[in-house]
């Protein structure tokens, strides 16, 4: 069973750029979330996505913008980068559905966006 | 806005049982306590969630208050290996799951 895998793992980028981030789910799980995470914070959530569609959104702006693939694969667009979207970018992967308890998530090993 | 409150930092001595402690005053009937372990900026680790009864695994043991305001994680034997930051988190359902992370305890095992 192979976990989450998220690419790539470091990415430096200019402000004003566009950048996609990758991320392959967990075998069995179908739902997909996003999470950022500055420099000494816990992560924050960005969105979830649960067969190919977005059904939950946090605090972001719409520049941030996601994909969900038939094979549950997901991406992470960041449009107009800013500063402070330097973080480390998390996937996590779930099994289920929106209101169904007890499952887990699995997380990635992040990418780290550095934005100058 | 963060749903748990934790102490920023704990040492714990090598062998002895880590006790962290949470708070989660505002928490709802149906949201899960969950917590997780981050090392050196990896991706955060599972250790263990619960609802309203104290849960065991093999790495740890969760122990959640009746009032459920509050809980406790418990490592029994605690290794330089756990030297981590952990996370209690609260799983809130707003148009979809979502874990709802504090600032973490930065835990330190002392030799």
């Known amino acids: 069973e192979t976990g989450v895998t998220q690419s790539p793992t470091h990415l430096i980028k200019t402000r004003g750029q566009q950048v996609t981030l990758r991320c392959s789910s967990q075998?069995?799980?179908?739902?997909v979330s996003w999470y950022q995470q500055a420099l000494g914070q816990g992560p924050q959530f960005i969105f979830q996505?649960?067969?190919?569609?977005?059904?939950g959104r946090g605090n972001f702006p719409p520049r941030f913008s996601g994909l969900q693939f038939p094979n549950y694969s997901s991406e992470l667009n960041v449009n107009a980068l800013e500063l402070d979207d330097s973080a480390l970018y998390l996937c996590?992967?779930?099994?289920?559905?929106?209101?169904?308890?007890?499952?887990?998530?699995?997380f990635g090993s992040g990418t780290r966006l550095t934005v100058v | 806005d963060a749903k748990t409150t934790q102490p920023p930092s704990m040492d714990c001595a090598e062998g002895r049982a880590a006790n962290l402690p949470c708070n989660h005053s505002?928490?709802?009937?149906?949201?899960?306590v969950y917590w997780y372990r981050q090392i050196h900026s990896q991706g955060p680790q599972y250790i263990i969630h619960?609802?309203?009864n104290n849960e065991t695994n093999e790495m740890a043991s969760l122990i959640i208050t009746e009032d459920r305001k509050s809980s406790t994680l418990i490592l029994p034997h605690a290794t330089l290996r756990d030297t981590a930051v952990y996370y209690c988190?609260?799983?809130?359902?707003?148009?979809?799951?979502?874990?709802?992370f504090g600032q973490g305890t930065r835990l330190t095992i002392n030799p």
């Open positions: 988190i609260v799983r809130v359902f707003q148009g979809a799951q979502k874990l709802v």
């Open positions: 996505y649960y067969r190919e569609e977005e059904n």
């Open positions: 996590a992967s779930s099994s289920g559905q929106a209101g169904r308890p007890n499952y887990g998530y699995t």
């Open positions: 619960g609802l309203k």
């Open positions: 075998s069995g799980h179908n739902t």
């Open positions: 505002t928490i709802s009937g149906n949201e899960y």
